[in-house]
């Protein structure tokens, strides 16, 4: 466990992609970085508002952060702050970007795809917004975005968006939400202009390579719901990230980190729990060797370091 925690529940959480770092965003309105190594606190800024969601980027340069209460925080939230987003220096953590607020309900979930020219940035109402990164996005008249501009506007889900991730070629989005609906998106771009389309046909994105998988839902997820769950008991899943270990870890509501194998397609499939966390389990991932998972809680308010070890 890793002391000098924040001071109310956590739900952001993020690993460095390529060092053993990670951030954790909580609802005292602290985003706080981790070295691994030392298991101590590196740095922490104080940000106007609570934190929902965080996400590295893929050079590790930049962290995106989402704002928003989710009917959870203790104390009123201005309205500027639910619904906003910010991306900060990963290494001082000073304020680089500020894109111009376009929701008025927190942002669930933020992605940027894996080859860094976009970010995906869910909302509790209901909308994905996509945006093009400055200096990673060229225009058709060959200059590069000097600041975050939204591209795409997804609507689709009938209930707040939980969780998405991308494909590794960066032209897929799966997502979901509060309904329990699994939801498809790809990508083209059309003479300089991306465009960005839901995909209904489900079958037709069997074959798609994820580089992330933390949508809970989907036929590699049968495995991980207990009997009689209503669709709510599980708050957060990730699975490994290389190759040859493919695991798949959950959070639940009853203070356990459950892991499983990959895909988890057996019904109530066998897995290994392990208990610590007194509340419940809110987030939780893979460092980016798979050599130790991150899970934070609630009401406990803690972050536990767990090892990962072969028999």
Same mark, same amino acid.
């Given at each position: ?11 952001a959480y993020s690993p460095h992609p390529k060092r053993l770092e990670f951030c954790t965003g909580a609802e005292d309105e602290t985003l706080r970085v981790w070295d691994l190594e030392r298991r ?6 104080? #940000?106007?508002?609570? #934190? ?42 000073? /304020? ?65 968006? /939980? ?23 790809? /990508? ?45 008991? #599980? ?6 990230n290389t190759r040859e270990r493919e695991l798949l870890a959950t959070a639940d509501d009853f203070g356990k980190v459950k892991l499983f194998r990959y895909p988890c397609i057996v019904p109530r ?15 939780l991932g893979f460092t980016f060797n798979d050599h130790w998972l991150i899970s934070t809680g609630g009401a406990d308010r803690a972050v536990f370091q767990w090892e990962v070890a072969k028999d």
């Open positions: 466990m890793l002391h000098a925690g924040p001071l109310d529940e956590l739900w101590q606190m590196r740095a922490m800024a104080k #940000i106007e508002g609570p #934190i929902r969601c965080c996400c590295y980027s893929p050079d590790g340069e930049w962290i995106a952060v989402g704002l928003g209460s989710g009917g959870k925080a203790k104390a009123p939230v201005p309205p500027k702050c639910e619904g906003k987003w910010i991306v900060l220096e990963s290494e001082d953590l000073e /304020l680089k970007f500020a894109p111009p607020q376009v929701r008025h309900e927190r942002c669930s979930d933020i992605k940027f795809s894996p080859d860094g020219r976009f970010v995906a940035v869910g909302n509790a109402d209901n909308f994905i917004d996509v945006y093009a990164c400055p200096e990673k996005y060229v225009r058709p008249d060959g200059r590069a975005e000097t600041d975050f501009r939204r591209v795409a506007q997804l609507k689709g889900h009938s209930s707040f968006v /939980l969780h998405m991730d991308w494909s590794f070629d960066s032209r897929f989005l799966q997502s979901n939400c509060g309904a329990h609906e699994l939801l498809y998106w790809k /990508l083209w771009e059309d003479e300089g202009k991306v465009v960005m389309r839901q995909e209904k046909a489900s079958s037709a994105m069997r074959d798609v390579d994820w580089a992330s998988q933390s949508t809970l839902f989907g036929w590699h997820m049968r495995g991980i719901w207990p009997e009689d769950a209503d669709g709510t008991d #599980i708050n957060a899943c990730c699975r490994s499939a066998y897995h290994r729990p392990y208990g610590g966390h007194s509340s419940h389990v809110t987030n």
